[in-house]
């Protein structure tokens, strides 16, 4: 399945309605079109952000540099989420956008994550006890 069909998968299969769509905000610079242009990259993004209009989801755009701070190998390391060898760091660094997104948008989840290592259903009897 391709990606824009497995995220309209996801939303459909949501129970939740607290879907957030959120990618890395790509920035070009003088460096980008001598290194690689990233076509893909851009494109992928215009189509999340067309599949959130859609379905009337949040859409999120989060610098890297900020989601490697706050989702850094440490987190990563405590969810049992980094991934090492060689070509995990794109992997990893997606893992550090999901915890960005859940600190910014999502912080009981991730602090759920965090405690538990799952994200619980919470009833109001759940709520009371905290």
Known sequence: METPE????????????????ACEKFVITKNTARKAPQHDALEL??????IAHQHKVR????????AKKIGGRAILDQLGW??????????????GQIIMCLAANHPIALEELLTYGIVRT???DDKDQR
């Open 6 to 21: 497995q995220v309209e998968a996801w939303i459909a299969a949501d129970t939740t309605g607290f879907i957030t769509i």
């Open 45 to 50: 993004t215009g189509v999340l952000r067309r």
């Open 59 to 66: 859409f999120i755009q989060q610098n890297m540099s900020d």
């Open 82 to 95: 980094r991934r090492k060898g060689r070509d995990t760091r794109h992997m990893n660094d997606a893992m």
């Open 122 to 124: 919470t009833t109001n």
